[in-house]
Nanobody, 129 residues
Framework: QVQLVESGGGLVQAGGSLSLSCAAS????????????MAWFRQAPGKEREFAAG????????YYSDSVKGRFTISRDNAKNMLYLQMNSLKPVDTAVYYC??????????????????WGQGTQVTVSS
């Protein structure tokens, strides 16, 4: 129903910034990104995938994990079928593969991965000290 492709990952020094993008596309007539609650998850080496940030269908509500609150900003542009994650003041602990995820007709922003129906392949973010 929806394909998600992340981009923007790379190597950055601690304290620096990086912007991630997730391009979404659908093949059903009348498809819109507005059908989905969207979120960013991340998975560090040897650790479980964890929630980072989520955003409601219209973009009116956002929610962040305590670990990224105040440093990361999630946003979306449904007209462009895009989801974004602006990451500032990056720390080595932020090093992970970052995934965008979509919850079809989601009733709210969830922090559990099993709420989301669709996932991208991920983009690597590495923060050096």
């Amino acid at each position: 129903q929806v394909q998600l492709v992340e981009s923007g990952g790379g190597l950055v020094q601690a304290g620096g910034s990086l912007s991630l993008s997730c391009a979404a596309s659908g093949r059903t007539l009348g498809w819109t990104l507005g059908w989905y609650v969207m979120a960013w998850f991340r998975q560090a080496p040897g650790k479980e995938r964890e929630f980072a940030a989520g955003i409601s269908q219209s973009g009116g509500t956002t929610y962040y994990s305590d670990s990224v609150k105040g440093r990361f900003t999630i946003s979306r542009d449904n007209a462009k079928n895009m989801l974004y994650l602006q990451m500032n003041s990056l720390k080595p602990v932020d090093t992970a593969v970052y995934y965008c995820a979509a919850d079809f007709l989601g009733s709210g922003i969830g922090t559990e991965g099993n709420k989301y129906n669709y996932w991208g392949q991920g983009t690597q973010v590495t923060v050096s000290s």
